[in-house]
C-alpha cells in the first residue's frame, strides 16, 4: 500500500459525458501528479500540481483538466469523453518536486 | 527531451533463471532513474530509484540495477525469479528541463515466470 488513494476503482460512462476522479496523497505530500495508461500510448504523464499550483504539464487534452486543493488532495476532470479516452488514470505523489513519486492503484475508465 | 527505451516487450524466464531487462534512457544531464512495477490489475510499485552517488542501486524484492553512463543505460537485474516475480516492468526517468519531476516511461517490458 502506496498510501496515495483514488476514488472510484472503476467507472463507466457514455461518450459525450464528463466525470470527475479524485486522489488523495500521502499525508504530507505537496506534489500530486496524473497519469494516463492505455494500451495504444503506454504510460503517460498528464499533468502535476506542487502545493495547490500547476507545476507542469504532459500530454493532456483540452477536454481534460485537473486541480489540487487546500487540503492537498486533486481532482481529475474529464470531459466530452471519447472512446480513446478508455484507459487506467494512475495519480502518484512526492514530499516535494524532485522526490520519488508513489503511486495510488488508479481508476479505470470505460466509456461506452 | 527526454526517452525512455524497453526493447524487449516480453522476456520469459525459468523460475530460478537469472533475469536482465534492458533500459536506455536519452536525457542531456544525469537524470532520476526508476524502475516500477506493475501486478495484473494493480498500480506502480517503486522497486528502485538511482539519483546520485553509487552506481549499483538495491531495491525491494531482491532486486538491482545499475546506471552506466557511457551507455545510457539503467538495466534491472534478479540473480533468481520467483514465480511471484511475473508481472509488467517498466523503466521511467524523472528530472525534465522544467525542474519537474513528471515521470517518462517506457514501454515496459512484461516477463513471464515458467516453472
Known amino acids: 500500500d502506496s498510501g496515495v488513494t483514488q476514488t472510484p476503482k472503476h467507472l463507466i460512462t457514455a461518450t459525450g459525458q464528463r466525470v470527475t476522479l479524485r486522489c488523495s496523497p500521502r499525508?504530507?505530500?505537496?506534489?500530486v501528479y496524473w497519469y494516463q495508461q492505455s494500451l495504444d500510448q503506454g504510460l503517460q504523464f498528464l499533468i502535476q500540481?506542487?502545493?495547490?499550483?500547476?507545476?507542469a504539464k504532459g500530454n493532456i487534452l483540452e477536454r481534460f483538466s485537473a486541480q489540487q486543493f487546500p487540503d492537498l488532495h486533486s481532482e481529475l476532470n474529464l470531459s466530452s469523453l471519447e472512446l480513446g479516452d478508455s484507459a487506467l488514470y494512475f495519480c502518484?505523489?512526492?514530499?516535494?518536486?524532485?522526490?520519488?513519486?508513489?503511486f495510488g492503484p488508479g481508476t479505470r475508465l470505460l466509456v461506452l | 527531451a527526454q526517452s525512455v527505451t524497453q526493447p524487449d516487450i516480453h522476456i520469459t524466464v525459468s523460475e530460478g533463471a537469472s533475469l536482465e531487462l534492458r533500459c536506455n534512457y536519452s536525457?542531456?544531464?544525469?537524470?532520476?532513474l526508476f524502475w516500477y512495477v506493475q501486478s495484473p490489475g494493480q498500480g506502480l510499485q517503486l522497486l528502485l530509484k538511482?539519483?546520485?552517488?553509487?552506481?549499483l542501486v538495491q531495491g525491494i524484492k531482491g532486486f538491482e540495477a545499475e546506471f552506466k553512463r557511457s551507455q545510457s543505460s539503467f538495466n534491472l537485474r534478479k540473480p533468481s525469479v520467483h514465480w511471484s516475480d511475473a508481472a509488467e516492468y517498466f523503466c521511467?526517468?524523472?528530472?525534465?528541463?522544467?525542474?519537474?519531476?513528471?515521470?517518462?516511461f517506457g514501454t515496459g517490458t512484461r516477463l513471464t515466470v515458467i516453472p
Open positions: 536525457y542531456g544531464a544525469t537524470p532520476y
Open positions: 499525508s504530507g505530500d505537496l506534489s
Open positions: 521511467a526517468v524523472g528530472l525534465d528541463q522544467t525542474g519537474a519531476n513528471n515521470l517518462f
Open positions: 500540481y506542487y502545493n495547490g499550483e500547476e507545476r
Open positions: 502518484a505523489s512526492s514530499a516535494r518536486q524532485t522526490e520519488t513519486q508513489y
Open positions: 538511482y539519483f546520485s552517488g553509487d552506481t
